[in-house]
């Protein structure tokens, strides 16, 4: 069955950086791509990008470009979400989820706090 | 990228029917079959109930329902039960991004 387990819990100052590793397996990892979907407490989810674990191509929600970047490790089917210059309403869960060319979430990782707090 | 639109909340008795809409525009829900649900529990990751509008992945019940009409698509969950009691949030390809709703609270009576 599809898995996908993300990284724990973080705590980051403002102005930090913060990067979040989501481990697939019971699927072929290069022939989906990875969705990236944050959660602020008690609001709704937002869309944060996409990568191809194909071919490590991206594309990124135009409010976070320039701060987020999003890689893939073939050898061990990890995906990876970075990003900088936190501020406290970045202070979210995030979700990593296997997802079709489109981007759309298929299945979907346990999540991960982060909190960005002075 | 302007989130779709569903009502804040809507309720239903058990064994009644309920309607969930998600509106959006010719950019997104009216120009693409990519339209997606999602169930999510409190403090539970999301779960995926529709996808390209209307499939449903294996093990959902078949009381999950998805339609679309132009720039809305719907969710119709029918004989409702105590545990449909969630969250449920539509999501929709827009050419290089996706948009999600605002989420929409489904309490049984």
């Known amino acids: 069955q599809v898995q996908l387990v993300q990284s724990g819990a973080e705590v980051k100052k403002p102005g930090a950086s913060v990067k979040v590793s989501c481990k697939a397996s019971?699927?072929?990892?290069?022939?989906?791509?990875i969705s990236w979907v944050r959660q602020a407490p008690g609001q709704g989810l937002e869309w944060m990008g996409w990568i191809s674990a194909y071919n490590g191509n991206t594309n990124y929600a135009q409010k976070l470009q320039g701060r987020v970047t999003m890689t893939t490790d073939t050898s061990t089917s990890t995906a990876y979400m970075e990003l900088r210059s936190l501020r406290s309403d970045d202070t979210a869960v995030y979700y990593c989820?296997?997802?079709?060319?489109?981007?759309?979430?298929?299945?979907w990782g346990q999540g991960t706090l982060v909190t960005v707090s002075s | 990228q302007s989130a779709l639109t569903q009502p804040a909340s809507v309720s239903g008795s058990p064994g009644q029917s309920i309607t969930i809409s998600c509106t959006g525009t010719?950019?997104?829900?009216?120009?693409?079959?990519?339209v997606s649900w999602y169930q999510q529990h409190p403090g539970k990751a999301p779960k995926l109930m529709i996808y390209e509008g209307s499939k449903r992945p294996s093990g959902v019940s078949n009381r999950f329902s998805g339609s679309k009409s132009g720039n809305t698509a719907s969710l119709t969950i029918s004989g409702l039960q105590a545990e449909d009691e969630a969250d449920y949030y539509c999501?929709?390809?827009?050419?290089?991004?996706?948009?999600f709703g605002g989420g929409t609270k489904l309490t049984v009576l």
């Open positions: 019971g699927y072929t990892f290069t022939s989906y791509g």
């Open positions: 989820a296997r997802a079709d060319m489109s981007g759309y979430p298929l299945d």
């Open positions: 010719s950019s997104d829900v009216g120009s693409y079959n990519l």
């Open positions: 999501c929709s390809y827009a050419g290089s991004h996706v948009v």
